[in-house]
T-cell receptor
Framework: SQQGEEDPQALSIQEGENATMNCSYK?????LQWYRQNSGRGLVHLIL?????REKHSGRLRVTLDTSKKSSSLLITASRAADTASYFC????????????FGSGTRLSIRP | GAVVSQHPSWVICKSGTSVKIECRSL??????MFWYRQFPKQSLMLMAT?????????EQGVEKDKFLINHASLTLSTLTVTSAHPEDSSFYIC?????????????FGPGTRLLVL
């Protein structure tokens, strides 16, 4: 089953601009993670934010989590052409440790 | 870092045949592995949880007799698509929980692209 939705489904921006992707989920979570997938490839883990955290940074990535609204956002600053990929949020619930349920994904295109 | 491999990376088969996909954790042990299916331009859908030494747990709507899972050892899980049909054509990805402190995250295999003619 799919946990939630991501918004927008597709995003095209100019290189150097910031990209923001949003994720909403349905159930209580232990943590929320963001993954990246290049076309036709496996997934790469980007960042994890726990349910008791509100914001986390990693390099050019900034993730926020609002458990009251059951939503999260991923901000990529100073985008590069190499950031072109699909981005997925994924949740791990308290009731099913390690089991990850993915959101619908955002396809990000960075125009050079 | 820890790596998960899959074999084969792609396979083409005739309708009605069975296809086996292997998922290996290369430098760590995994008592649990997960199998996902991804159709073009869609998200990953969890199919089943593979458990070493016991039966796999299937998600609702996934036929256990069609998608046979065997977790043969602490480093190997296999997914067999039995009597494959064109609608089974998809990208199959496995994952394993990262060891130690990172266990909340997953390492994903590179995926296997299946085309059933």
């Amino acid at each position: 089953s799919q946990q939630g939705e991501e918004d927008p489904q597709a995003l095209s921006i100019q290189e150097g601009e910031n990209a923001t992707m949003n994720c909403s989920y349905k159930t209580s979570i232990n943590n929320l993670q963001w993954y990246r997938q290049n076309s036709g490839r496996g997934l790469v883990h980007l960042i994890l934010i726990r349910s008791n955290e509100r914001e986390k940074h990693s390099g050019r990535l900034r993730v926020t989590l609002d458990t009251s609204k059951k939503s999260s956002s991923l901000l990529i600053t100073a985008s590069r052409a190499a950031d072109t990929a699909s981005y997925f949020c994924a949740t791990v619930s308290y009731s099913s440790a390690s089991k990850i349920i993915f959101g619908s994904g955002t396809r990000l295109s960075i125009r050079p | 870092g820890a790596v998960v491999s899959q074999h084969p990376s792609w396979v083409i088969c005739k309708s009605g045949t069975s296809v086996k996909i292997e998922c290996r954790s290369l430098d760590f042990q995994a008592t649990t592995m997960f199998w996902y299916r991804q159709f073009p331009k869609q998200s990953l859908m969890l199919m089943a949880t593979s458990n070493e030494g016991s039966k796999a747990t299937y998600e609702q709507g996934v036929e256990k007799d069609k998608f046979l899972i065997n977790h043969a050892s602490l480093t190997l899980s296999t997914l067999t698509v039995t009597s494959a049909h064109p609608e089974d054509s998809s990208f199959y990805i496995c994952s394993a929980p990262a060891p130690g402190r990172e266990e909340e995250t997953q390492y994903f295999g590179p995926g296997t692209r299946l085309l059933v003619l």
